[in-house]
Nanobody, 125 residues
Framework: HVQLVESGGGSVQAGGSLRFICAAS???????MGWFRQAPGKEREGVAV????????RYAASVQGRFTISRDNAKNTVELQMNSLNAEDTAMYYC????????????????????WGQGTQVTVS
């Protein structure tokens, strides 16, 4: 049984920082893991992902330079450090994983991922 569990969400003032951790269980060897988010009334969007076998990383343009994704393959975890948060970052954040080598060009697309966490809320005021 595959399970992705996120932790670390919360509320923060604008300009602050938060850190997420996603722990994957039930299997090993996810080729692609990353973070997505969904704000009220908006579609889910890719934020930061590892894709492909060479550890390629992609960021959404809106978070480039502020967010940093890291991965520990031995522990099957992926982390997201978020700095300089602003109100537009308010959303439910989801961990996602794929058990195949997602093409980098598709790595920020929701449809590329089969496994999802339950989500954790971030509120920036």
């Amino acid at each position: 049984h595959v399970q992705l569990v996120e932790s670390g969400g919360g509320s923060v003032q604008a300009g602050g920082s938060l850190r997420f951790i996603c722990a994957a269980s039930g299997r090993t060897g996810y080729y692609c893991m990353g973070w997505f988010r969904q704000a009220p009334g908006k579609e889910r969007e890719g934020v930061a992902v590892f894709s492909g076998g060479a550890g390629n990383i992609r960021y959404a343009a809106s978070v480039q330079g502020r967010f940093t994704i890291s991965r520990d393959n031995a522990k099957n975890t992926v982390e997201l450090q978020m700095n300089s948060l602003n109100a537009e970052d308010t959303a439910m954040y989801y961990c996602a994983a794929a058990d195949y080598a997602v093409s980098p060009s598709r790595s920020l697309e929701v449809r590329s991922y089969r496994f999802w966490g339950q989500g954790t809320q971030v509120t920036v005021s």
